[in-house]
């Protein structure tokens, strides 16, 4: 910031070459008053930089650099103009679309909130000729004609270019927690990333164009937003959402939450190549039920750019299983039984073996939750991990990552590294599943055991789904006081599997299990995504033999992490990237031994 305000030799906003320091001072000498303005409003946003916001850092560097070009105390650029559209394309749109609104932007953002709201009660609650129920899957086809016929929606980008696909979904189930913690969650970005763990990589709150109405909660609430969505697996790109997020209470026991992308209606800005993601209105609709339930109907409409897909994942992105409503809903449903769970004090003692008190439960699920939350954050394709293919030719199309840790107590301190594979197997999600949770064939894929057996001694669900649990095993060279246990977090939803574990040692679990605080715990969980593959469609004519190829197979991501050096400042060697693409390739060679699908 001082480089720039002593005179830069270009515009960091526009390019054009910056007029010479004395005649900035000179202009700014006769433009005092005007100044002073600025410079005070500068200094309002400059305690924001507190909080590390890059958006408001990016609009301090225009500010600047346009009163440096200028000579005269002009006002930021605005962060949508045709400038910024054509900046470098390496930089992502959370850096190029943030910033702070004017005053007669954010009357604009007002407006289309609201006008977001009316369409999404109008998208949540039609049918026919609107929606469309398939006679394959059972779901909700979103009749596009219909729908620009209706709102006369032909205003961003994507809607009539080349180069942009249109996604729209409908799903409607019961979550077990109350309207209002929902409302409260979805408005708070941290507990907002708790909820969909395995969607949601990165996530902020940009800034507030309005405040609540009352004191009824958040109804009224208007925030800008920054989300990246993923899928677990790296590769399938993951989408960057820039959008305005209106909370809306529409009776006593009924809220939305609508989500809608925003622009300035400049043409360039929608052919940006910066922008890849925009969502038409999408969000919820949240009705209070009883016993503490709520029935959530969620839509999501987005449009993005097409890119190239991996064969294997075309069907499960297509269908709308990768990021549309009928995922979302899953993973809200699971993660919100997981809560129930946490806090419940009745569950059944086949349902709550190995730990003793209340305390030690709660302790033991929270470790395993984050867990689960680590495994997925390393899983996606986000653009921060920086992936690469493994060097090592006959590893199959393994892909290297590394990080440093240097102060989070929950992981090892240092260089760590991550590999992760993904492939399609014939088999289908649930025997899958089933498999992994076998401890009698543990020994036959956990490359960790060096083929040892192990005994369940912990068991706690989590879900009324069993398979929804926590588990950990000792080796049967290790007795219940001592050697190194494993500790094994299993989650599934229709849309999706988790399992993960990780090595822990038992002096460090025990205190655990009888209730001490686990976030001290240092873990780096390995484990597995599993996905059904999307071919869904029934066939047209019935049979008494199912056609060869027609059963349903599963998309698994197998993922490893390893400490490759105690210091964080060394860089990935050879040995380290060998050694951690070696144990996932192994890893799933062994699935495939044990499975009977060698050959694939």
Known sequence: MRQLAKGPSRCPSCGAAAASTDGFDAAAANQEQLLQLENAKLRAEKLMLWKWNPFQVEKLRRALGTAAADGAASPASPPFSAATAQMSSNRSPFEVYGGGLAGRDRQSV??????????????????????????ETG?????????????????????????????????????YLDATKLVYAFMDVNQWKELFPSMISKASTLDVIRTRDDDDGHD???????????????MIPTREFYFARYCKKLAAEKWVIVDVSFDKAEADVGTSPLLTCWKNPSGCIIEEQANGHSRVTWMEHTRCRECAVPSMYRAVTASGLAFGARRWVATLQLQCERMVFWVATNVPTRDNSGVSTLA?????????????SSL?????????????????????????TSRTNAGDPGEPQGLIACAVLSTWLPVSPTALLDFLRDESRRP???????????????????????????????????????????????CTSPCESIVAYAPVDAAVLQPVISGHDSSGVALLPCGFAV??????????????????GAAAGSLVTVAFQVLASSSPAAALSPESAETVTSLVSCTLRRVKKALGCQDR
């Open 376 to 400: 997925c954050r390393v899983m996606g394709g986000s653009r921060g991990l920086a992936w690469s293919r493994a060097p090592r030719a006959g590893a199959g199309d393994v892909r290297l």
């Open 139 to 175: 779901r909700d086809i979103l009749n596009y004609d219909e729908y620009v016929r209706l709102f006369r929606r032909d205003d961003g980008p994507g809607d009539r270019r080349a180069g942009w696909s249109v996604e729209a979904s409908r799903e409607t189930g019961l979550v």
């Open 360 to 372: 030690g439960r709660r302790s033991v699920l929270k470790l395993a939750h984050r867990m689960t």
């Open 531 to 548: 996905v059904p593959d999307g071919l869904e469609a029934r066939p047209a004519v019935i049979r008494s033999r199912r056609e060869d």
């Open 220 to 234: 009224g609430v208007v925030q800008l937003m920054f989300a990246e969505v993923q899928m677990l697996t790296p």
């Open 444 to 490: 036959e894929w956990d490359v960790t055991l060096a083929g040892r057996a192990v005994q369940c001694r912990v068991n706690l669900t989590k879900g009324k789904d069993r398979c929804n649990c926590v588990t950990a095993y000792v080796s049967s060279r290790a007795d219940g006081q001592g050697g190194e246990w494993v500790v094994q977090d299993s």
């Open 110 to 135: 007002l407006g289309l909130a609201g006008r977001a709201l009316e369409e999404l009660k109008t998208m949540c609650s039609s049918g026919e000729p609107l929606w469309v129920r398939s006679v």
